[in-house]
């Protein structure tokens, strides 16, 4: 009798442990294709995606929301089943604070709306939650808050939480890594002074640009700007002031210009801006509007500037001839008398005849 007893139990035991050991498999197998798929992106949002079909996937996870926070407060990165249109204020619930500040995943049953109220937007009314911090080098970047569908009275299996530990550790270097990136590309697309496109993000840009414009038969505009003055400025107020200058009216430009639209430093005091779907009365327009801007804009000493526009393929048959273009245009506005805007009126047949005046207030 003892032996039959002691053979069961071995069986049980056997067959018990194979369960487990078929389960670490299929988990180290999920782990090792996260770990794949996460060496092949390279945008935050990419490998938050990668990130929340991994652990939906593998886990059953009904919903949960990848966080991250490369420079302030979290935002959504990416979701699965979550509300990821709700609109949420600003900050950060108290729930990704405590995971945070312990470095430890946290099992939490609901989700207190007072405390938590983005959550709660993102997740309502959700339970049973697995609340995995993003830590790179023990910095926090993030926060993986999932919910897990379970029998009422049960509990999350610690395999799970360990296994959820481990995918977040991956993803959160591949995060890091990703927002590393995104900072060494916008330094090496920017100009370091005024934080606006620099002359190679522009010339890339503005050949792209054609290209789209030349397969939709759309307009494309080009506005070029020169501060008047600005040597004079420099030699009687200083190189400081110079660069306030330049930064002011970067932010200027800026301010006024579409969020689709490039604003570039094409050179010393001269900038760009390159405008898609625009046409020539639409971009006459935009200039002055940017003329006034400048001329507005609370520098260290008053400043103005004098623009060139041109359009494609109205004034030019390609990047370089509307740069050429809008440049003949913007010189025609100094030779005019300064803070004033000037529409190329080149054309294609006389590439050289000279552009007009045809906006603007001269200064001398």
Avoid at 26 to 38: G, H, K, T
Avoid at 192 to 209: D, I, K, M, P, S
Avoid at 212 to 219: I, L, P, Q, S
Wanted: aromatic share 4%; proline share 4%.
């Amino acid at each position: 009798m003892a032996f039959w007893l002691v053979a069961l139990s071995t069986a049980a035991f056997s067959s018990i442990n194979e369960r487990e050991l078929r389960r670490r498999r299929v988990d180290l197998e999920a782990l090792a294709q996260i770990a794949n798929a996460l060496e092949k992106v390279h945008k935050p949002h990419a490998v938050a995606s990668v990130l929340a079909d991994g652990l939906a996937d593998t886990f059953d996870f009904q919903r949960l929301v990848v966080l991250g926070e490369p420079k302030g407060e979290p935002t959504l990165l990416g979701h699965r089943g979550a509300e990821s249109d709700a609109t949420v204020e600003p900050g950060i619930d108290q729930l990704v604070r405590s995971a945070w500040d312990k470095r430890e995943t946290l099992l939490v049953k609901s989700i207190d709306r007072d405390t938590n109220p983005r959550l709660a937007e993102w997740l309502p009314d959700a339970k049973n939650l697995i609340v995995t911090p993003l830590l790179a080098e023990d910095r926090p970047i993030g926060v993986v808050v999932a919910e897990h569908s379970m029998r009422h009275g049960s509990r999350i299996e610690q395999r799970v939480v360990a296994m959820v530990s481990q995918f977040s550790a991956h993803a959160a270097l591949a995060l890091d890594n990703a927002w590393l990136l995104e900072r060494v590309q916008e330094m090496a697309e920017t100009d370091g002074l005024t934080g606006v496109a620099n002359r190679r993000t522009f010339e890339v840009t503005l050949e792209l640009e054609v290209t789209r414009a030349f397969r939709n038969g759309d307009r494309l505009s080009l506005i070029m700007g020169d501060i008047d003055h600005f040597k004079k400025l420099n030699d009687n107020h200083g190189h400081q002031t110079g660069d306030d200058v330049l930064r002011t009216v970067a932010a200027a430009l800026r301010g006024v210009s579409r969020d689709f639209d490039t604003v570039a430093r094409y050179g010393g005091e001269e900038f760009a801006v390159i405008l898609p779907n625009c046409a020539e009365d639409q971009a006459l327009a935009a200039a002055e509007r940017l003329r006034m801007s400048v001329a507005s804009a609370a520098t260290v000493v008053p400043v103005t500037i004098s623009v060139g526009v041109a359009t494609y393929p109205v004034h030019a048959s390609g990047g370089t001839s509307l740069v050429q273009a809008a440049d003949q245009a913007l010189y025609e506005s100094k030779r005019g008398g300064r803070n004033r805007v000037t529409q190329s009126v080149r054309s294609l047949s006389d590439p050289f005849e000279p552009p007009v005046s045809v906006a603007g207030t001269a200064s001398s």
